[in-house]
């Protein structure tokens, strides 16, 4: 029944505001440039600096920072030569933009931070080193390079099924020793692959990132100093087609053949520098082991035509072309801004059966993203044949109707008889079954590990509680974001598809980032969002606009003024409403010229996408009484967007437009009302659970109706939907916290807790291990089917922290400055463990209830607050004053304030 500190009084003593002059009680710790830990190649002149603060003490503000930064690290250490000293700074912010002399191209910086504190100041931060890309176009002398042909047999350029061999490229050089830093700069398209004397430059996989290539292409920067040796070396690439060469079922040509430019800068001791820049002296052949790759259908690999040695020096190329000079692909070349795919996890198969087929039958246990790296024993010439599917079908066949065009086929043609372990380089496939064709022997688990890739990015998130069906939802809802995190938030992994579906991430992406430190992907994903912008404002549904869709609606597109906000808000990352309110404002001016008659959103592509059907083989419902009115849909969402646009206006220092977006959105509310509320029934349209609920939500509703309105939610979803969701992509953005917020967690809580159709419970009854495109994945045609979108999260994941484990960045806080924490306790749950690694700092709640106990610890991280919400009911008692700033009685509440720190509230019921 109280706040215990789980720290020594006399610690909670000196931490009480007078100062005994104790230092380093609070250390800087995660110091970041660009929100990464290993920045390499940064070409923006302001990049976003940022730390945290650790402390073992409670209530630490920091009152004022100081930063240096140098180009050599001795000289920071004793001040000199510092490029930025920004003094003692007073403020409390822990990002900050840089402020010294301008970054110069290609060089290497260092520098540190630290605080003062109401505990008193911290050491200097350990140093992060950080590195510039090239920051001018002059600063390249290599030329795009390639073979400017198709010249094998049975190379093709189609919609469907394209097959071109990959390019292998190479250039001896010399260098002397005394290498005191060698700096590779590459891009090759569609995809490529380093190596330097043989050794491959990174465990990135598939770069570049993917972006609308004729707009902008990204290049990669690889320290490579411990790869260069004095004498002879040798530089190879291998390219790939990726989506360059084509891209599937576009309607669009490809973008070209594959190309690569490559720069190596070497730097000596003595100041001196060597440039090994691709051009035409480079040697070009396509006659390798890759003989046909294609992101969607497979990698063929060949091993007779193993060019052995072909990567390191001295390799006779005799018989290889002198490299074709290719167009230059791009407006601009960029360095990449976001994490590359690498193997982010091992798994190993659940079971390896040999069918009576004679094939072998792989079940990796789990619905997953990545590769097989499979060791097997083969025959000489004989092609082993891996096929990959989500699902299988009764005989153990695999299932592949859902995949489309898409041939998810790798093969692998051995040299000899013998043993081989192989891995594709440029593919990937969504997968739990692969059926393997042709190989000997007796194959076990042992022999084939499953690769998971996806955008190296951290984990942000745990989380558990007492029930297993949220838990497990959970799980899937991991497996699922991850496994969709390739360059882009993709909508799925495995059929013809795997593009940046707008709608489908315009709520998710703030539930993902509790999950994943996913930032940086959102970032670089606005940015493809406005290099798909259409000169008249209309956004692309898809983007990059591998698919062009300007169909002109909101609901998709909101993705795009969404993710920004969700930026600012949970990273405290201003750059992308900066960057982006030009083109958001656009956007918003085309739709109010374009989309909207009397004041309304009329345009409306998609409707509530893949709401649950009348009938189990539908994959859209055709029943007007389920379906909401698109012009509901695209007014209540643009009307949420209007005032989202106010404050982005008044952040960029735009304060002139916010009448005009206010005017906007008046003049909708009044036209909203007037056609779609029924002041009598108090019901919006057809009276959907979407409707209503959105109306309600973005605060459409006349005063004084809100409950009513409300009540017709709960009514239709207990009523006619018996306590399950009604609701498609749209809808399911705010059912879960609408549901709550109104008064009726009970029936959020039945809703994820349901294991019967239609609910995400459902989808985990009937084996899924991610979460599925359809509510009725398992009965409804294949067309349209995936077993691994994610679209269907819609408000969940926010749910289980903001609502579940009470972690919620407060109303007007960023960056999780000030949490609210007020988990809603359904009955039935018994505990909540989650934490988050927040911007700025561990954020951790842990509540329970076992029998009379009740029991609720909060970490709060050092320079943040939090208002805590603790119902009396749980909680009779006052909890004693011990560290709170405040404590309040509200309602149902003791409204508790804390400063940073550990906490525990304890009780008897
Ligand atoms: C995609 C979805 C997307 C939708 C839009 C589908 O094919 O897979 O995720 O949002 O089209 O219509």
């Given at each position: 029944m109280t706040i215990k500190k789980k720290f020594p009084i006399l610690l909670l003593f000196v931490c009480?505001?007078?100062?005994?002059?104790?230092?380093?009680k609070v250390s800087v710790v995660?110091?970041?440039?660009?929100?990464?830990?290993?920045?390499?190649?940064?070409?923006?002149?302001d990049p976003h600096f940022s730390w945290q603060l650790k402390s073992g003490m409670n209530d630490v503000q920091q009152t004022g920072y100081e930063i240096q930064m140098g180009t050599d690290l001795q000289g920071l250490k004793r001040g000199?030569?510092?490029?930025?000293?920004?003094?003692?700074?007073?403020?409390?912010?822990m990002q900050v933009g840089y402020q010294g002399s301008p970054l110069q191209s290609g060089k290497e910086y260092y520098w540190r931070v630290r605080v003062h504190t109401n505990c008193g100041e911290s050491h200097w931060s350990a140093v992060q080193r950080f590195t510039t890309g090239?920051?001018?176009?002059?600063?390249?002398?290599a030329k795009w390079i390639?073979?400017?042909?198709?010249?094998?047999?049975?190379e093709s350029q189609t919609e469907l099924h394209t097959r071109l061999a990959a390019r292998y490229l190479r250039k001896d050089f010399q260098a002397s020793s005394h290498v005191s830093r060698a700096t590779l700069y590459i891009s090759g398209l569609g995809y490529y692959q380093a190596f330097l004397n043989g050794k491959?430059?990174?465990?990135?996989?598939?770069?570049?990132s993917i972006t609308f290539y004729s707009e902008t292409v990204y290049y990669n920067t690889y320290d490579v100093t411990r790869l260069v040796h004095g004498g002879d070396n040798a530089l190879g690439v291998i390219l790939g087609n990726g989506r360059y060469f084509w891209v599937r079922g576009s309607g669009m040509e490809g973008f070209g053949l594959p190309r690569l430019l490559a720069q190596l800068v070497i730097e000596y001791a003595d100041g001196t520098k060597k440039i090994i820049a691709s051009d035409e002296t480079w040697k070009v052949t396509s006659?390798?082991?890759?003989v046909a790759n294609n992101e969607f259908d497979d990698e063929e690999y060949d091993m007779r035509k193993e060019l052995s040695?072909?990567?390191?020096?001295?390799?006779?190329?005799?018989a290889w072309k002198n490299a074709d000079i290719m167009?230059?692909?791009?407006k601009r070349l960029r360095a990449q801004p976001c994490p590359s795919v690498a193997v982010m996890e091992r798994l190993r198969p659940l079971s390896v059966t040999r069918l009576a087929s004679g094939k072998v039958l792989i079940d990796m246990g789990q619905n997953m993203v990545g590769r097989l790296n499979a060791s097997f024993q083969g025959k000489e010439g004989q092609k082993v044949i891996m096929r990959f599917a989500e699902l299988i079908n009764?005989?153990?066949?695999?299932?592949?109707?859902?995949?489309?065009?898409?041939?998810?086929t790798d093969v692998f043609t051995p040299a000899a008889d013998g043993r081989f372990s192989w891995a594709p380089v440029f593919v990937y496939h969504g997968f739990r079954y692969v059926e393997i064709d042709s190989i000997e022997g007796r194959p076990d688990t042992d022999d084939f590990v499953g690769e998971v890739m996806y955008?190296?990015?951290?984990?942000?998130g745990d989380f558990e509680t007492s029930n297993a069906v949220v838990n497990q939802i959970f799980k899937n809802a991991y497996w699922g974001i991850r496994g969709n995190y390739h360059n882009m938030p993709t909508d799925?992994?495995?059929?013809?598809e795997r593009h940046g579906?707008?709608?489908?991430?315009?709520?998710?992406c703030w539930g993902e980032s509790f999950m994943f430190d996913n930032a940086l992907l959102y970032r670089k994903w606005l940015q493809d969002i406005e290099e798909s912008q259409r000169e008249d404002g209309v956004v692309s549904a898809?983007?990059?606009?591998?698919?062009?869709?300007?169909?002109?609606?909101v609901t998709w597109p909101s993705v795009y003024i969404l993710a920004a906000e969700m930026l600012y808000r949970?990273?405290?990352?201003t750059t992308a409403i900066v960057r982006h309110y030009d083109s958001m404002k656009c956007w918003v001016e085309y739709i109010c010229q374009n989309s909207m008659k009397d004041g309304l959103?009329?345009?409306?592509?998609?409707?509530?996408?893949?709401?649950?059907?009348?009938?189990?083989?539908?994959?859209?419902?055709?029943?007007p009484l389920r379906k909401t009115d698109g012009a509901i849909l695209g007014s209540t969402t643009f009307y949420g967007l209007l005032y989202k646009m106010m404050e982005f206006a008044r952040l960029t220092g735009h304060p002139e437009d916010v009448d005009n977006y206010r005017t906007h959105a008046e003049v909708l509310k009044k036209a909203y009302n007037k056609r779609f509320?029924?002041?009598?029934?108090?019901?919006?349209?057809?009276?959907?659970v979407t409707g209503n609920l959105l109306s309600l939500r973005y605060g459409l509703?006349?005063?004084?109706?809100e409950q009513r309105v409300f009540q017709n939610v709960v009514d239709k979803t207990e009523?006619?939907?018996?306590?399950?969701v009604s609701a498609g992509v749209v809808g399911i953005q705010h059912l879960m916290r609408g549901l709550t917020e109104y008064g009726r967690k009970d029936l959020a809580y039945k809703i994820v807790t349901?294991?019967?159709?239609?609910s995400w419970g459902y989808m985990i009854e009937k084996g899924a291990t991610t979460i599925w495109e359809l509510w009725n994945g398992d009965t409804?045609?294949?067309?349209?089917?995936?077993?691994?979108?994610?679209?269907?999260?819609?408000d969940l994941l926010i749910w289980y922290y903001e609502?579940?484990?009470?972690?919620k960045n407060a109303e007007?806080?960023?960056?999780?400055?000030h949490i609210e924490m007020k988990p809603?306790?359904?009955?039935?749950?018994?505990y909540v463990k989650a934490s988050y690694q927040s911007v700025s700092g561990e954020i951790a709640s842990h509540w329970s209830r076992t029998g009379k106990e009740f029991s609720w610890e909060v970490t709060i991280p050092a320079n943040c607050s939090a208002t805590v919400y603790l119902p009396i009911a749980l909680h009779p008692e006052k909890p004693?004053?011990?560290?709170?700033?405040s404590i309040k009685r509200a309602g149902e509440y003791w409204v508790v304030e804390l400063g940073s720190g550990d906490y525990r509230f304890q009780s008897k019921i």
């Amino acid at each position: 029944m109280t706040i215990k500190k789980k720290f020594p009084i006399l610690l909670l003593f000196v931490c009480s505001g007078f100062s005994l002059g104790v230092a380093q009680k609070v250390s800087v710790v995660s110091p970041r440039v660009e929100m990464q830990e290993n920045p390499l190649g940064i070409d923006r002149k302001d990049p976003h600096f940022s730390w945290q603060l650790k402390s073992g003490m409670n209530d630490v503000q920091q009152t004022g920072y100081e930063i240096q930064m140098g180009t050599d690290l001795q000289g920071l250490k004793r001040g000199n030569n510092l490029m930025w000293q920004s003094g003692l700074v007073s403020s409390d912010h822990m990002q900050v933009g840089y402020q010294g002399s301008p970054l110069q191209s290609g060089k290497e910086y260092y520098w540190r931070v630290r605080v003062h504190t109401n505990c008193g100041e911290s050491h200097w931060s350990a140093v992060q080193r950080f590195t510039t890309g090239l920051l001018h176009d002059t600063d390249w002398v290599a030329k795009w390079i390639g073979e400017d042909a198709m010249s094998n047999p049975g190379e093709s350029q189609t919609e469907l099924h394209t097959r071109l061999a990959a390019r292998y490229l190479r250039k001896d050089f010399q260098a002397s020793s005394h290498v005191s830093r060698a700096t590779l700069y590459i891009s090759g398209l569609g995809y490529y692959q380093a190596f330097l004397n043989g050794k491959c430059v990174s465990e990135d996989l598939l770069t570049p990132s993917i972006t609308f290539y004729s707009e902008t292409v990204y290049y990669n920067t690889y320290d490579v100093t411990r790869l260069v040796h004095g004498g002879d070396n040798a530089l190879g690439v291998i390219l790939g087609n990726g989506r360059y060469f084509w891209v599937r079922g576009s309607g669009m040509e490809g973008f070209g053949l594959p190309r690569l430019l490559a720069q190596l800068v070497i730097e000596y001791a003595d100041g001196t520098k060597k440039i090994i820049a691709s051009d035409e002296t480079w040697k070009v052949t396509s006659k390798g082991p890759i003989v046909a790759n294609n992101e969607f259908d497979d990698e063929e690999y060949d091993m007779r035509k193993e060019l052995s040695g072909w990567n390191v020096s001295g390799y006779n190329d005799a018989a290889w072309k002198n490299a074709d000079i290719m167009s230059v692909p791009c407006k601009r070349l960029r360095a990449q801004p976001c994490p590359s795919v690498a193997v982010m996890e091992r798994l190993r198969p659940l079971s390896v059966t040999r069918l009576a087929s004679g094939k072998v039958l792989i079940d990796m246990g789990q619905n997953m993203v990545g590769r097989l790296n499979a060791s097997f024993q083969g025959k000489e010439g004989q092609k082993v044949i891996m096929r990959f599917a989500e699902l299988i079908n009764p005989d153990s066949t695999l299932y592949v109707a859902n995949l489309r065009t898409a041939q998810a086929t790798d093969v692998f043609t051995p040299a000899a008889d013998g043993r081989f372990s192989w891995a594709p380089v440029f593919v990937y496939h969504g997968f739990r079954y692969v059926e393997i064709d042709s190989i000997e022997g007796r194959p076990d688990t042992d022999d084939f590990v499953g690769e998971v890739m996806y955008d190296k990015m951290k984990c942000t998130g745990d989380f558990e509680t007492s029930n297993a069906v949220v838990n497990q939802i959970f799980k899937n809802a991991y497996w699922g974001i991850r496994g969709n995190y390739h360059n882009m938030p993709t909508d799925c992994p495995q059929r013809d598809e795997r593009h940046g579906w707008l709608g489908d991430r315009a709520t998710g992406c703030w539930g993902e980032s509790f999950m994943f430190d996913n930032a940086l992907l959102y970032r670089k994903w606005l940015q493809d969002i406005e290099e798909s912008q259409r000169e008249d404002g209309v956004v692309s549904a898809v983007s990059p606009r591998f698919w062009t869709i300007y169909s002109g609606d909101v609901t998709w597109p909101s993705v795009y003024i969404l993710a920004a906000e969700m930026l600012y808000r949970h990273y405290g990352d201003t750059t992308a409403i900066v960057r982006h309110y030009d083109s958001m404002k656009c956007w918003v001016e085309y739709i109010c010229q374009n989309s909207m008659k009397d004041g309304l959103v009329v345009r409306d592509e998609w409707g509530d996408w893949c709401m649950p059907p009348e009938s189990p083989e539908l994959i859209h419902s055709q029943d007007p009484l389920r379906k909401t009115d698109g012009a509901i849909l695209g007014s209540t969402t643009f009307y949420g967007l209007l005032y989202k646009m106010m404050e982005f206006a008044r952040l960029t220092g735009h304060p002139e437009d916010v009448d005009n977006y206010r005017t906007h959105a008046e003049v909708l509310k009044k036209a909203y009302n007037k056609r779609f509320f029924n002041y009598e029934t108090a019901q919006y349209g057809n009276n959907s659970v979407t409707g209503n609920l959105l109306s309600l939500r973005y605060g459409l509703v006349p005063e004084g109706y809100e409950q009513r309105v409300f009540q017709n939610v709960v009514d239709k979803t207990e009523k006619d939907c018996k306590g399950h969701v009604s609701a498609g992509v749209v809808g399911i953005q705010h059912l879960m916290r609408g549901l709550t917020e109104y008064g009726r967690k009970d029936l959020a809580y039945k809703i994820v807790t349901n294991t019967d159709y239609p609910s995400w419970g459902y989808m985990i009854e009937k084996g899924a291990t991610t979460i599925w495109e359809l509510w009725n994945g398992d009965t409804a045609a294949p067309d349209m089917n995936s077993a691994n979108h994610v679209m269907l999260l819609g408000d969940l994941l926010i749910w289980y922290y903001e609502n579940l484990a009470g972690i919620k960045n407060a109303e007007e806080s960023v960056g999780f400055r000030h949490i609210e924490m007020k988990p809603c306790f359904p009955d039935g749950l018994s505990y909540v463990k989650a934490s988050y690694q927040s911007v700025s700092g561990e954020i951790a709640s842990h509540w329970s209830r076992t029998g009379k106990e009740f029991s609720w610890e909060v970490t709060i991280p050092a320079n943040c607050s939090a208002t805590v919400y603790l119902p009396i009911a749980l909680h009779p008692e006052k909890p004693e004053a011990v560290r709170a700033h405040s404590i309040k009685r509200a309602g149902e509440y003791w409204v508790v304030e804390l400063g940073s720190g550990d906490y525990r509230f304890q009780s008897k019921i």
